[in-house]
């Protein structure tokens, strides 16, 4: 199966300012998507943003983007402008185009501070 | 509205019974998911489906049992093999596109289960 890691438990990052989040995966398929997710103290899961594999532009929304390189197998998200709703658990996810299985990494804790 | 729908939110039982957790969809999606979340930790998943009686195991589905008898439906049974079943389960559904492919997974609350 597809493995996702997410390297950094924690992060901070000043209110205002650019974080950067990272994910790396593992997989032999050439038809894939991946997501990031966030997960406020609420526990609901909010799809932050989306990315197919076969496309080469990376993927924007709004104060959102990420940073695909396929060859790398590297999925990073970058936050401009950091505002405090953004504080909540970041997961990154991989679902495959073969069969649907969808895998999540460990999580990154975003803390913004004022 | 359309949705996902888990039920109960909290579920206590005591050790050695089996539990089912409830999950409903209203959105017309084939696929379905079920994930267990540890505290400070990710998703592993548990079991998925994507199409009805018919469904494949995910990393830790020892202790699990599921069912797709209704595209709406994919209940998911903690049954007492199950070794340390105390956690917070997630249940998501997915719209299935051209040739299988599929779309974001939109997620239920969530059912904090507790075995004393």
């Known amino acids: 199966a597809q493995t996702v890691t997410q390297s950094q438990p924690e992060m901070s990052v000043q209110e205002a300012e650019t974080v950067t989040l990272s994910c790396t995966y593992d997989?032999?398929?050439?038809?894939?998507?991946l997501f990031w997710y966030k997960q406020p103290p609420s526990r609901q899961m909010i799809l932050v943003i989306r990315?197919?594999?076969?496309?080469?532009q990376n993927a924007t929304e709004n104060r959102f983007s990420v940073n695909f390189q396929k060859a790398a197998k590297s999925f990073s998200l970058k936050i401009s402008d950091s505002q405090l709703g953004d504080a909540a658990m970041y997961f990154c996810?991989?679902?495959?185009?073969?069969?649907?299985?969808?895998?999540f990494g460990a999580g990154t804790r975003l803390t913004v501070k004022p | 509205d359309g949705g996902i729908t888990q039920s109960p939110k909290y579920l206590f039982r005591k050790e050695g019974q089996n539990v089912t957790l409830s999950c409903e969809q209203n959105?017309?999606?084939?696929?379905m998911y079920w994930y267990r979340q540890d505290p400070g930790q990710g998703l592993r998943l548990i079991y998925y489906?994507?199409?009805?009686?018919?469904?494949q195991k995910g990393d830790i589905a020892e202790g699990y049992s599921v069912s797709r008898e209704k595209k709406e439906s994919f209940p998911l049974t903690v049954t007492s093999a199950q070794k340390n079943p105390t956690a917070f389960y997630l249940c998501?559904?997915?719209?299935?596109?051209?040739?299988?492919?599929?779309?974001?997974?939109?997620f239920g609350q969530g059912t904090r289960l507790t075995v004393v």
């Open positions: 998501a559904s997915s719209k299935l596109g051209q040739g299988g492919r599929s779309m974001e997974a939109f």
């Open positions: 997989t032999s398929e050439s038809d894939y998507y």
């Open positions: 990315q197919e594999a076969y496309k080469q």
């Open positions: 996810a991989y679902r495959s185009g073969n069969n649907n299985d969808m895998r």
């Open positions: 959105l017309n999606h084939d696929a």
């Open positions: 489906s994507q199409i009805v009686n018919d469904f």
